[in-house]
């Protein structure tokens, strides 16, 4: 690799060739503040935050695209430096609505940090005309108040970069420029997959989910109420991350420890229903590959993907699973299964999830997630991890000091298959681990599946089982999820099945979890290093497949009958539809 030597603050040292100011900044320990940049997919030097002086330049150059070159002496601290972010702040500042307190992000705002650090606190630095601004309400999982954007486009680079969907563009000119749908749509009338990953992005409160920890407040303290919750796989590796935690800490017993003192009736593992979901979808597999049916199966754990399929590509319908999500399943279950066990009314049982995917908040609302009956949901609310860190500080939990607990044990215990869920690929490997030993008969010599592990957005790989060739693809990203479909459908790649996560990464990485600042998200592996939390659990269990779960086992004797059963189809599938392509 070729180096470049230049002196940045007449400290010498070296990048390579190739690489912007900001990089070999950070390489060199020194971070230079940014607003707008996302690594890859928004690098368009608008918001002039990360502006350095550069020997001999006539102007000041923006860190974030400004190629390093021999021999460069860059400036990062300067008084006319520090003067330039300034004044762009307050530029920034001179548009956008200062009620921070009622702020979604107050306290955890990029702006609202860059601010403090210099020293912005007059709010009529530039006095003048407020633009108009309108809050858009309408999707079932978040907010957008454009009174709070920054209009640095992240959201727009998200949605069309990671997850190809477009949805949301930069509107109008000048004074008037705002981000919104073509035409002015309300966002439900568009075709937003409600993946949040545009919330996760954004540097300030603009966007953010809909907040319905009043309606589990609500429940809690209902005493005609059962109150049970249910929390994802990956949410035990980013919740910590809400309380300073490094990130990828594992904090699944303080996490059960909290729930519990918020006055859950039953604290539960949703990881038990996605030891289910792989019961019932290896089932579905193997039955299709034996007897017939639309191959690749694909998978349908993530609801984002499932819209993003039923709008982009109805024409693979047919391909996926009819598994509810473990979300889903959790919640049928609870509602019939757990209502017979305990005696209880399925109406006045509350399920609550905990979940790291905004595209759940829509989910609960589908059609053909009932399982107990009409009127009666399967799950009644889907909150953020986000959310569940903001009622654990509400309840004045010192979430850092709390003991380790264990899940309630009625549908409380998971194998490790189920954990690694929330990594993509981790839905594959679970699912191989348990048809591979239902066609062979026989153990795994080695339970882990390097070749669908990693970030990759893509991966490959061919398993040969029981005299059938099994070809199997990960994908993450809807965006990567249209280019392998796209593949499949000319013929130029032939699949038996597909796991699809809409966010990059998986569920990781998706759009409820915790936001983390440009300074973070561009120079840290987020998606490895939580996952690896998913990954070391899963390896240090002695129950790693989902087909030895004694409860899953249970379950099926006593309430399901086997998998792929005509029970276990009323209570844990359901069906799909063709959605209407807007804009």
Not at 545 to 563: C, D, M, Q, R
């Amino acid at each position: 690799m070729e180096m470049v030597n230049l002196k940045i603050n007449n400290i010498p040292c070296q990048a390579p060739a190739g690489s912007t100011i900001l990089e070999a900044a950070h390489a060199a320990g020194i971070e230079i503040p940014t607003l707008c940049y996302l690594k890859d997919i928004n690098e368009i030097g608008a918001c002039r935050i990360c502006v350095v002086e550069v020997k001999g330049a006539r102007t000041l150059a923006t860190a974030c695209v400004y190629p390093v070159a021999e021999g460069m002496e860059v400036f990062t601290n300067t008084p006319k430096v520090q003067a330039a972010r300034k004044t762009n702040l307050e530029l920034v500042l001179s548009a956008h609505n200062q009620d921070c307190l009622a702020c979604a992000r107050s306290g955890d705002c990029e702006l609202q940090r860059l601010c403090r650090e210099y020293g912005v606190d007059r709010t009529n630095a530039f006095e003048g005309e407020m633009p108009e601004r309108t809050v858009d309400d309408s999707a079932a999982h978040m907010v957008r108040d454009n009174s709070k954007c920054i209009l640095c486009r992240r959201c727009v680079a998200a949605c069309a970069k990671n997850q190809g969907v477009g949805v949301i563009n930069a509107l109008e000119r000048g004074f008037a420029t705002h981000i919104g749908c073509a035409f002015e749509a309300p966002l439900d009338e568009s075709t937003c997959i409600s993946c949040g990953q545009c919330i996760v992005v954004c540097p300030t409160g603009a966007l953010h989910e809909k907040d319905e920890t009043g309606k589990v407040w609500d429940a809690l303290s209902d005493p005609r109420k059962h109150v049970i919750v249910q929390t994802a796989p990956s949410v035990r590796a980013t919740l910590g991350e809400c309380f300073g935690m490094p990130i990828g800490t594992n904090v699944q017993g303080k996490m059960v420890a909290a729930l519990r003192r918020l006055g859950f009736d039953g604290v539960f593992d949703t990881d038990f229903a996605a030891d289910m979901t792989i019961m019932e979808e290896a089932t579905e597999f193997l039955h299709r590959v034996k007897e017939g049916g639309p191959l690749p199966l694909i998978t349908s754990c993530s609801p984002g993907w499932v819209k993003y399929c039923e709008t982009f590509h109805p024409d693979f319908i047919p391909n996926l699973s009819s598994c509810k999500s473990p979300q889903q399943m959790f919640g049928a279950l609870s509602k019939t299964y757990y209502a017979e066990k305990m005696g209880l009314d399925p109406a006045s049982i509350f399920c609550v999830s905990i979940m790291p995917c905004t595209a759940k908040k829509f989910e609960v609302g589908r059609d053909g997630q009932s399982a107990a009956g009409e009127g009666i949901p399967d799950v009644d609310v889907a909150l953020t991890t986000r959310e569940l860190a903001s009622m654990i500080r509400r309840a004045g939990l010192r979430f850092a000091d709390l003991p380790d607990e264990e899940f309630d044990p009625a549908m409380g215990e998971a194998s490790g298959a189920g954990h690694i869920f929330g990594a993509t690929g981790g839905v594959m490997e679970a699912a191989l681990r348990t048809a591979v030993e239902t066609l062979t008969g026989q153990p795994l010599d080695k339970l882990e599946f390097a070749d669908v592990r990693g970030t990759e957005g893509v991966k490959e790989a061919t398993y040969e089982v029981a005299g059938l060739t099994v070809r199997v693809c990960v994908v993450s990203g809807t965006a990567n999820a249209g280019k392998v479909l796209d593949a499949v459908r000319k013929g130029e790649k032939q699949y038996d099945f597909i796991e699809v996560m809409a966010c990059p990464g998986g569920c990781v990485n998706g759009g409820g979890q915790p936001t983390q600042p440009a300074s973070v998200r561009n120079f840290v592996d987020l998606k490895a290093l939580r996952a690896k939390a998913l990954y070391d659990e899963d390896a240090a269990m002695g129950l790693r497949k989902s087909h030895e779960n004694p409860l899953v086992k249970k379950v099926y004797a006593e309430f399901l009958g086997e998998p792929g059963s005509e029970k276990a189809h009323h209570i844990l599938h359901t069906t799909y539809a063709v959605r209407e392509r807007r804009f």
